[in-house]
DNA sequence: ATGGCTTTATCCTAAAGA
């Protein structure tokens, strides 16, 4: 059985104490993170060598980064798209044993509808659609996780009057989604819960957290392929009530049979 | 109507996040 995890936290450098706590308690074997905030040069690779993790980044200063860390070895890390060149630390494909496939996406936030950050998101989501479509996801076992910056379902919204026409749960957005979907990869937390809100993010302000006011913006996605593997899907989230937490919560799945 | 909170850095003010 294999413990995947996606988790944006908010800079790894500051988060590391929290980060101490869930390994502990959870113990997973495989974590894509979001928003390291830190270059490659700085990360904190011998806090996961003295764990046992193996690790690959993608970082940059201040803003973005991802990193993924397994306990089993990562070989052919791909950083970039040759057909969509990103100057932004935002996605991270490694390849682990067995031909697992595991992706990590941080996509932009888009800040609000009328902004240039906004075009930006819809191209950097057609760029990643681009290079899933060159995958067959039937015959191909892959994990694709991170923060989507998407609420694909009003379900998924805390209060969908409050957000109506805000960013996050554009129309433009969940289609994008929903071609995620289509080229068969599975919502898994959704799959499993289909009645549960499960939030993975609560904002800092307003006592978001305190209130439940949250979002199911994180997500792990399996292909069509690795389906039946997959049964137990989480969201872990009494991490975001804890000390100096990240504004966004862990997201697990176990693969069986691995 | 605005901002609330948290992090980083060109560090006490601004930008970005969602």
Redo the contacts with the bound molecule.
């Keep these: 059985m294999l413990k995947i995890a996606t988790w944006?936290v908010?800079?790894i450098?500051?988060?590391l104490h929290a980060v101490d706590q869930w390994f502990s308690d959870y113990q997973p074997d495989v974590v894509a993170f979001q928003?390291t905030?830190?270059m490659d040069d700085s990360f904190p690779y011998d806090w996961f060598a003295e764990r046992g993790y193996h690790v690959a980044v993608h970082g940059q200063?201040?803003?973005n980064g991802v990193a993924t860390v397994s306990r089993t070895n990562i070989t052919q890390p791909i950083t970039s798209w040759e057909h969509w060149p990103d100057d932004q630390a935002r996605f991270l494909q490694v390849t682990l044993p067995n031909d697992l496939i595991v992706i990590n996406v941080y996509v932009?936030?888009g800040?609000?509808l009328d902004s240039p950050?906004y075009t930006y998101k819809l191209q950097w989501l057609d760029a990643l659609l681009a290079h899933l479509s060159t995958i067959d996801m039937s015959k191909n076992r892959v994990v694709l996780m991170g923060?989507f910056?998407i609420a694909p379902t009003d379900q998924d919204v805390h209060d969908p009057e409050i957000w109506q026409d805000k960013?996050?749960v554009s129309p433009e957005e969940r289609s994008r989604y929903q071609s995620i979907c289509a080229l068969g990869m599975v919502d898994t937390y959704r799959m499993i819960h289909p009645g549960s809100p499960g939030f993975s993010?609560w904002?800092?302000?307003?006592a978001g957290w305190r209130r439940d006011r949250g979002?199911r913006?994180d997500c792990v996605f399996v292909s069509e392929h690795l389906r039946p593997a997959c049964q137990t899907a989480d969201v872990h989230r009494l991490t975001r009530g804890g000390d100096?937490p990240s504004?966004?919560a862990p997201v697990t799945i176990e693969l069986i049979n691995d």
Excluded: G, M
């Design positions: 944006n908010n800079s450098r500051t988060r928003e905030k830190v200063k201040s803003y932009p936030n800040q609000s950050k923060d910056n960013i996050l993010w904002d800092y302000r307003q979002l913006i100096r504004d966004h």
